[in-house]
């Protein structure tokens, strides 16, 4: 079946000269679109081995190659080497060829979600282990799964910048990592009186959206989420 980009994906295809960032929702012909700009690279005299083509899974990456395989018969052999991928086999690749550089074990093998979860939750037990009175914040495993939530929470919005002060007044900084741990352990505390379990379920009900506005670079909402928790 022929195809007839629109002149918005003939402008993905055939710009090569700048960045290019492109975005389009499902069954919008990503895929083909991509297909046929790999083939205009080649044809403009790009060999198969300078493209790193990154894909989110192995099965987008296969039906990929499949394509340009049916399309290019005479690519077939160049495209059995071709760098068409997720990026974990991407990285997985680079460090295989350069094990020295990379100082990583040549032996490694890309772990599996669960077992990266479990190797993060045990440095994170170690790392508190070694803090002056980590019994002050609460039992190793339950400040790892504090951290290993808020790390989680980070990563998915793209921002790992743990360095950075959630709120600022008067010179005094509120790191998000610390208030999480006060406020988790206050929420695991078991009320004796009405009045404390009417301020812990309306803390809890109120904490996570405090927490996303304690998220937004803008200061104002930052101290107005914590002026409200205090």
Known sequence: MSFEPTPSQKKAI??????????????????????ERYLH???????????????FTKKAAQEMKDRLRSMRPD???????????????????????????????????????????????????????????????????????VVLELYETMLSKGDLDFNRPMAREEGVEFPLLQLGYAVDRVLSLKPTTEVQKRVLDDLKEQWPGLLELMQFPDDEFRLEALDILL
């Open 41 to 55: 690279l080649i044809d403009y005299g790009v060999q198969v081995g300078d493209i790193a083509a990154i894909t």
């Open 75 to 145: 690519l077939i052999e160049s495209l059995e080497q071709a760098q068409i991928s997720t990026i974990h086999s991407l990285c997985q690749r680079i460090i295989e060829e350069h094990p020295l550089q990379a100082q990583v074990d040549p032996r490694f093998r890309v772990g599996e979600e669960w077992e990266t979860k479990v190797l993060l939750t045990e440095t994170i037990e170690e790392v508190v282990a070694e803090l002056d009175s980590p019994e002050a914040l609460g039992t190793p495993l339950e400040i790892a799964n």
């Open 14 to 35: 055939t710009t090569i000269d700048c960045p290019l960032a492109v975005t389009a929702g499902a069954g919008s012909g990503k895929t083909r679109v991509l297909v």
